[in-house]
């Protein structure tokens, strides 16, 4: 059910909705043995919506991707607890990860959404490159071969994507407020 208050409304259609078709291919991936992905996804919003009562929610896909991998991994454990037969089907440490709580979770995942608006921020061959060497872990040959170019094009390129990514986190940084401990 959406939220009455009209902020709140434009917000969860701003910031949230628009995620909603790949937040569920991304439950069905991530937890194949989940069959109320609804409810999994409606608990999330719900949860990210009381949380934006009390914070501000700098990143809310991130937010919504953590809250919704909490509760899917929570009704994976209460299935555990309660001995549900088809769990064993599935290797549950690579599933859940008891060390993970919900700011780590998020930061991570806020880390990861900096990091991809960075590489997106790349021109064209840039982002290919570091893309296909950093993310897919393909050699400076193979990339070469793949996008019909040399291998030193590859290599200058890579340089020219790192450093731009690089100079990206360092605007990132200076932007954020200074902390004294």
């Known amino acids: 059910?959406?939220?009455?208050?009209?902020?709140?409304?434009?917000?969860?259609?701003?910031?949230?909705?628009?995620?909603?078709?790949?937040?569920?291919?991304?439950?069905?991936?991530?937890?194949p043995l989940i069959?109320?992905?609804?409810?999994?996804?409606?608990?999330?919003?719900a949860r990210v919506l009381q949380a934006r009562e009390t914070v501000a929610i700098e990143s809310p896909k991130a937010f919504l991707y953590a809250t919704a991998q909490n509760s899917a991994l929570s009704l994976l454990r209460q299935r555990k607890v309660r001995g549900y037969d088809r769990l064993a089907e599935i290797d549950l440490m690579d599933v859940l990860d008891e060390g993970t709580d919900i700011p780590q979770a998020v930061a991570h995942a806020q880390e990861l959404e900096l990091l991809t608006e960075a590489?997106?921020?790349?021109?064209?061959?840039?982002?290919?490159?570091i893309t296909l060497r950093k993310i897919y872990g393909m050699s400076q040959k193979d990339v070469a071969a793949r996008l019909g170019?040399?291998?030193?094009?590859?290599?200058?390129?890579?340089?020219?994507?790192?450093?731009?990514?690089?100079?990206?986190?360092?605007?990132?940084?200076?932007?954020?407020?200074?902390?004294?401990?």
């Open 149 to 181: 170019i040399s291998e030193h094009t590859v290599e200058a390129q890579g340089t020219i994507g790192l450093r731009k990514v690089t100079e990206f986190f360092e605007r990132i940084q200076r932007r954020l407020p200074t902390r004294h401990v």
């Open 119 to 129: 590489i997106q921020s790349l021109p064209t061959r840039c982002r290919q490159i």
């Open 35 to 45: 069959e109320d992905i609804d409810d999994i996804v409606q608990e999330s919003y």
């Open 1 to 31: 059910m959406p939220p009455a208050d009209p902020a709140t409304l434009r917000w969860f259609t701003e910031q949230l909705a628009p995620h909603e078709p790949m937040l569920r291919a991304w439950l069905r991936s991530k937890f």
